[in-house]
């Protein structure tokens, strides 16, 4: 290709999709990822670029509720969808059951598979509230932590389930 001629893109589609409760209508290039959204367009830090084949983790979102790899996904194939991240959790002072839990085990070193983990477990949680050890393992298998913090993670798990029970979060 010579300098002067332009780069094969994608033509601009048109997608609305709710992030953390609030409705967004953006104009993409056709092939961009739900992560790149995410992490560019909207300036959401939390879902993290890791492998880019949907094999770490460090992307994990919700998509209506379910546990996705946002780097693989196709920002239009979750057009009308409801996505929430890290950040869709709360705040501190008001945090969610899980990132509490996570904060009260100290279930981090480097942080960088941290989002992932939580919203992991939010979406385990929510289809399986007491899970045991093994369910635990097997729903995190494919978040990958390189810190060794896996058996505070395993207890941060078991915190959630313990605070989103006290707090009746569904």
């Known amino acids: 290709m010579s300098p002067s001629q332009p780069l094969n893109r994608s033509p601009n589609c048109s997608v609305g999709i709710k992030v953390n409760g609030v409705q967004r209508e953006l104009s993409l290039p056709a092939e961009t990822s739900l992560l790149h959204l995410l992490r560019n367009d909207l300036e959401l830090n939390s879902p993290k670029y890791g492998c880019g084949l949907g094999e ?14 946002a780097c693989v996904i196709p920002a239009a194939g979750v057009a009308g969808r409801e996505i929430t991240t ?11 059951p899980v990132p509490q839990a ?18 992991m477990t939010v979406s385990l949680l929510a289809h399986t509230p007491h899970p ?31 605070l989103m029970a006290q707090a009746k979060v569904p």
């Open 102 to 119: 996570f904060i009260e085990e100290q279930a981090a070193q480097c942080g960088y598979c941290l989002s992932g983990m939580i919203m």
């Open 132 to 162: 045991d050890d093994l369910q635990i393992r097997q729903a995190l298998s494919g978040n990958l932590c390189r810190c060794g913090a896996h058996l505070e993670i395993i207890k941060a798990v078991h915190r959630a389930a313990e």
């Open 86 to 96: 890290l950040e869709g959790l709360g705040c501190i002072g008001d945090l969610h």
């Open 56 to 69: 770490c983790g460090a992307c994990t979102v919700l998509v209506d509720g379910m546990a996705a790899r």
